[in-house]
């Protein structure tokens, strides 16, 4: 990927290392868009560049270290080509004064509401109070991404990320994204559409619809404005109507707001996949209730059994917290009986980590990591043993599955994703007959499973 006008920078290399989720990785892509407008190209090899710019994840425990490691990696690397590294993101915006003096090795700190600055914060940093070079760049999160905002989709030309709001509404006792992103902010109906269609025409045919909670959106132009319309019924619609996208994935949907009136469109829509992603983190009314979920398990399993009534081939993904504080032997058990009555498609599960700045890091009764890490091996081994039947039960049936080429393990097979697998986080298609090209959508007969992929044949193309 190069692109060169004719200025100062036409010669300059800049490689990104974009860690933690698909929001941050829009992120990534929008400072890709600034740069490149700028005359920056792009290198795959950190050796090559003259800037490095990590865009780090501050969520979980497992997530800071990565990027402080990573970091430190890239300012290994300083030598006559890499004259500066950038530091962004999350983790950045979360210990801001932390990381400039514990980081001498990083050149420039930008946080989560400055990164769309990149091109002009790297052209002219400016000086700081002591007459030094500007090193340290923290606005309040307040950014939201714009219709004319550049962005260089960084994905397989056939899918794309599509973020539709920035912030959470939400006050999770566990969670430092409010902290970290701010309020909930929804972009506009319109821009959204827009940029779907943009996606699409490029010759995506797999768009990922993310947010922090994909249920609130709207809700915080509806408290300003009561005659706005978005809404995440219609949002759908519009995108079902108007992207051409062939696939309509949503990753991150509450249960507080999965309405029958989303289900039903959900349900009569070909380009909706039937996919739920529903963090649930746990079951127990209490301990629920020390989370500030704001959901009963009764109003829990009522969604769950919506969703399957309407749907009954939906695949229902989720993750919970295992040793939250206080979690006691009888609450977790009560999790596991639900994990093992629901029979849920796909289940993550994370070990509670305590986060600074949030009312669960301050809870007693907090949890030893032997219990945690038992709690999390027991419901992991039980998640097992469902996923594998699960898989055994779609022997013999035809599924759509988008192919994306050859397998990582071997040249031999193809490898797909059937609209039941997000990339990344489910698992794959394995084709051992059949020829097809990157991108093309073919029916697969399944011929074998496994714990967590799938083998099959090509019998036609769509």
Known sequence: ????????????????????????????????????????????????????????????????????????????????????????????????????????????????????????????????????????????????????????????????????????????????????????????????????????????????????????????????????????????????????????????LYPDGITPEVIELIKSRDNLVKYFDMPLQHISNSVLKRMNRRMTKEEIEEVLKNIKAEIPEAVIRTQFIVGFPGETEEEFQELLKFVEEQQFDRVGCFKYSPEEGTKAGSMPDQVDEATKQRRHDQLMELQQDISRKRHQAMIGKVLPVLVEGFSEETDLLLQGRSSQQAPDIDGVVYINEGDASVGDMVNVEITDSHDYDLLGKIVSKQ
């Open 1 to 252: 990927m190069e692109i060169k006008n004719q200025n100062d920078n036409e010669n300059k290399k800049v490689h990104f290392v974009s860690l933690g989720c698909p929001k941050n990785l829009v992120d990534t892509e929008i400072m890709l868009g600034s740069l490149t407008q700028e005359g920056y190209s792009v290198t795959d090899n950190a050796d090559e560049a003259d800037t490095v710019i990590v865009n780090t994840c501050g969520f979980i425990e497992d997530s800071k270290k990565e990027s402080i490691q990573t970091i430190i990696e890239m300012g290994e690397k300083k030598n006559k080509n890499l004259k500066k590294l950038v530091v962004a993101g999350c983790l950045t915006q979360r210990y801001k004064d932390e990381l400039v003096e514990g980081l001498p090795e990083a050149d420039i700190f930008i946080g989560s509401g400055a990164f769309q600055n990149i091109a002009d914060i790297l052209k002219n940093p400016g000086k700081d109070e002591n007459g030094s070079v500007q090193k340290k760049f923290f606005y309040l999160p307040t950014y939201l991404q714009q219709e004319g905002t550049p962005r260089v989709n960084t994905q397989p030309k056939y899918r794309a990320y599509l973020k539709i709001s920035e912030g959470c509404k939400k006050r999770c006792a566990f969670c430092a994204i409010p902290m970290i992103r701010g309020n909930l902010q929804s972009r506009s109906l319109d821009a959204v559409v827009s940029e779907s269609k943009l996606l699409v025409a490029g010759g995506v045919k797999e768009l990922i619809v993310i947010s922090h909670d994909f249920t609130d959106y709207g809700w915080d132009l509806k408290r300003k404005d009561k005659t706005r319309t978005e809404s995440p019924y219609e949002l759908l619609k519009a995108l079902s109507d108007n992207s051409g996208a062939q696939w309509i994935r949503l990753l991150y």
